[in-house]
């Protein structure tokens, strides 16, 4: 998985945010949301076969909410 940029810019700096405390903050929502979907898939009774698919649109998410805070985060 390829992972964001870690130097912290300028902008982040500033307002006391480091690039380091932002990506542990995404890791730890992506870890929780992925332990919320593995356990949805089992109440719900999702086929095996459809899980590795959920997951993988989970993981898709996650990725595009981390470019988004990222960009949002450095462009202020």
Known sequence: ???PNRQSSPKLRRHGVRATDLNKFLNA????DRTVVEISMKIYKV???DRAAMLEYQRLLHDKVRER???????E
Do not use: G, T
């Open 47 to 49: 086929p095996r076969r």
């Open 29 to 32: 929502l992506r870890a929780l």
């Open 1 to 3: 998985m390829p992972q």
């Open 69 to 75: 805070l990222v960009a949002i985060s450095v462009a």
